[in-house]
């Protein structure tokens, strides 16, 4: 009851201080001897914490020094109840945690873990995973920006490659046809999208780009030559198909060890692994497919624009050059 005990002036912080002594002790005194330091749990004694009597003889000491006991201001009811009240951001929470199988993907139990908790669900309640599920969804995060990255640095180096923000274009297309090969490959195999598979997946960026750039710089040495660019990509598929496909066999058969091994710790190598040989292989074939024809399409691109724009840049021109003459002109005397 407040009321009452706002009347023996006492407060809910004092009740809960000395009920939290009564129960469970105060460890916050030391001793020390020496160098040695030893911890002291102060406590009632003799105070039978499963009795409601003795629990409804606990007393308070009042502002005005006089002693007041449990009851007096309170009912001692005997009823079960949460252990601890664990709250999160002001909010009553409650932990549930859990072990993972090594055969099963934590991305996969926690998906289903979502859909079975999603119709027991009260509303208003919120769900926050943390632990190993949280440090993989920012770890994703993190991955997915690396990728990002790492094609915006493929895209400039082929720049100052090839001198121009076009053909660059040419060979960034051949990371889609990386990526195509990559996911049937994990989920041929079984292997989740996983972390390892993300950097897998990262370091084949660079490697896909290599049979691009092959095509295209013969390409482009054929057309120096005078050569049309249909008879120039021909000639340069010829050329250039072999060394493609020693380099990524090359690489295929050097990465199956990894990704047939077994024992400890070989979940994450096989992932990384299969996403390099998807990768590779579906690249070797695309890449002389698609390429060309993106290639011709930027060639016929770069000669339409430059007519399309031609109009509307001299006219641009013709403006600054009257702005400037007026602006001549007022600024004369």
Request: glycine fraction near 8%; aromatic fraction near 8%.
């Amino acid at each position: 009851d407040r009321q009452r005990m706002a009347a023996f002036g006492l407060t809910v912080y004092d009740i809960g201080s000395t009920l939290r002594v009564a129960l469970t002790g105060d460890d916050e005194s030391k001793l020390r001897e020496g160098q040695k330091e030893y911890p002291i749990r102060v406590i009632l004694d003799k105070f039978d914490r499963s009795n409601p009597e003795d629990v409804a003889r606990l007393s308070f000491q009042t502002p005005l020094g006089r002693q007041v006991e449990l009851q007096q201001f309170a009912d001692i009811v005997a009823a079960s109840g949460p252990t601890k009240l664990e709250r999160y951001n002001r909010t009553a929470s409650i932990l549930v945690t859990g072990y993972v199988d090594n055969t099963k993907p934590l991305g996969n139990v926690t998906e289903a873990f979502v859909k079975t908790l999603g119709p027991s669900r009260v509303g208003g309640t919120q769900v926050e995973f943390v632990g190993d599920e949280k440090n993989r969804s920012e770890s994703f995060g993190q991955l997915g920006l690396a990728l990002l990255a790492g094609i915006i640095f493929v895209y400039l180096i082929m720049v100052a490659l090839y001198d121009s923000f076009v053909y660059p274009f040419v060979v960034l297309f051949s990371i889609p046809l990386a990526l195509i090969g990559a996911m049937i490959a994990l989920a041929a195999t079984a292997n989740a999208l996983s972390i390892f598979s993300m950097l897998g997946i990262i370091m084949m960026i660079g490697l896909v780009a290599k049979n691009a750039i092959l095509l295209v710089d013969r390409a482009n040495d054929n057309k120096e030559r005078g050569i049309t660019t249909r008879e120039a990509l021909i000639e340069a598929g010829q050329m250039r198909i072999r060394p493609i496909f020693m380099t990524t066999l090359a690489m295929v058969f050097g990465m199956l060890p990894i990704a047939l091994a077994k024992g400890a710790g070989s979940e994450w190598k096989n992932g990384l692994a299969w996403a390099l040989i998807g990768g590779l292989t579906s690249s070797m074939f695309l890449t002389l497919i698609v390429v060309p024809v993106v290639y011709t399409w930027i060639d016929r691109w770069k000669i339409l624009v430059p007519a399309f724009f031609k109009q509307p840049l001299a006219l641009l021109r013709l403006r600054r050059i009257q702005s400037r003459k007026r602006a001549a002109t007022e600024v004369a005397p």
